[in-house]
């Protein structure tokens, strides 16, 4: 191999945050038996903002889920960066979800006994991490969560729970954020504001965005949408609009 060719892996390589290759995954058994992912093989490319789209039951978060090491696929590979999923033990999996992922899921999963601030850095404080004081400031001014950091979660609103689990995931600056849903239980107002930090996530610290969502105005943030069926990638979109993506989703339901 040439110093040439070996360079251009090289940048190859660091350019992906994730990808997926073949991905099969199967449920059930015998006649019962469902192929949620059917061969799925995806980059995601670091500093790109993805959205994952598809009709109902169309595997888009199962492949999620996939990506992010939260189920394992039954054949095929996952890498995060350079790491293979693959074979990883279970301190080191969970090592790489607290360190190098975020997470934002429509159930908050934040912890009841804590301020909304000490959920916000909890993942940081597990890690012993210190907090970029000035992005978390943005993330906290950008969320409108300033005059809600002293609450615990039973004083919050879903939509509020929802931008301190959104606030969760960006304070560690993770090399890649994964979305289901996000904006699944707020309001306008907050969907754009939650939708808008993910974007500059993305053009002003370089970070890694997927989002799985059934909204097209969502949708039109990402710099690309890739669109499942029966467990298949069968489209791709780039530069999206909220029109756009519209008109794909009524094609993939009409056929």
Not at 212 to 227: G, N
Not at 228 to 233: E, M
Request: some cysteine; proline content about 4%.
């Amino acid at each position: 191999m040439t110093a040439d060719a070996l360079g251009t892996e090289t940048t190859a390589a660091t350019a992906i945050a994730a990808r997926a290759t073949d991905l099969v995954k199967l449920y059930g058994t015998g006649d019962t038996q469902v192929r949620a992912l059917d061969g799925v093989s995806a980059d995601f490319a670091t500093g790109e903002f993805t959205a994952i789209m598809g009709p109902s039951g169309s595997g888009k978060s199962t492949l999620m889920h996939c990506l992010a090491g939260l189920d394992e696929a039954t054949t095929g590979a996952v890498h995060i960066g350079g790491t293979d999923l693959t074979g990883l033990s279970d301190k080191a999996m969970t090592a790489l979800r607290r360190d190098r992922i975020g997470f934002v899921f429509q159930a908050f999963n934040l912890v009841p006994t804590l301020t909304a601030l000490e959920n916000i850095t909890l993942p940081l404080d597990i890690a012993g991490r210190r907090p970029d004081q000035d992005w978390l400031d943005t993330v906290i001014e950008r969320l409108g969560l300033r005059d809600r950091l002293t609450h615990r979660p039973s004083e919050l609103s879903g939509g509020q729970q929802q931008r301190v689990a959104c606030a969760r995931a960006l304070a560690g600056k993770p090399e890649i954020i994964f979305g289901d849903e996000p904006t699944g239980n707020l309001d306008s107002r907050a969907s754009g504001e939650v939708l808008s930090i993910l974007r500059a996530a993305v053009d002003e610290f370089g970070q890694t965005v997927v989002i799985v969502t059934h909204e097209p105005h969502a949708a039109s943030y990402a710099d690309r949408v890739i669109f499942l069926a029966d467990g298949r990638i069968v489209d791709e979109l780039r530069d999206p609009t909220a029109e756009s993506v519209l008109d794909r989703m009524k094609k993939l339901e009409n056929a």
